[in-house]
């Protein structure tokens, strides 16, 4: 079993920042690409960033230059600093990660979503 929990979503004015962060446990043996999307009302889900296990990143262009991924492999938590929020940017949160357990086998989990909201 694995879970991943998000934390760190919330109200905040344009121009603002959050950090976001999501914590892995369970049955980890190694943790593969991490990544963020974002689903806001009435749109499908899009990705935010991704980064991979040697730490190489991918944005999306809307955040480019904006937001940053990161993550922390002792701690098994990925990050994301958004900065200059803009109410587009409002949106439900989720994070993914691609995880071997101790079967060998490897699968992509999701987290339960944490809601950002851009507003003033």
């Known amino acids: 079993q694995v879970r991943l929990v998000e934390s760190g979503g919330g109200l905040v004015q344009p121009g603002g920042s959050l950090r976001l962060s999501c914590a892995t446990s369970?049955?980890?043996?190694?943790?593969?690409?991490m990544g963020w999307y974002r689903q806001a009302p009435g749109k499908q889900r899009e990705l935010v960033a991704t980064?991979?296990?040697?730490?190489?990143?991918n944005y999306a262009g809307s955040v480019k230059g904006r937001f940053t991924i990161s993550r922390d492999n002792a701690k098994n938590t990925q990050y994301l600093q958004m900065n200059s929020l803009k109410p587009e940017d409002t949106a439900v949160y989720y994070c993914?990660?691609?995880?071997?357990?101790?079967?060998?086998?490897?699968?992509?989990?999701w987290g339960q979503g944490t809601q950002v909201t851009v507003s003033s």
């Open positions: 369970g049955n980890i043996f190694k943790i593969y690409a």
């Open positions: 993914n990660a691609a995880v071997m357990t101790s079967s060998g086998a490897t699968s992509t989990y």
């Open positions: 980064i991979g296990s040697g730490s190489s990143t």
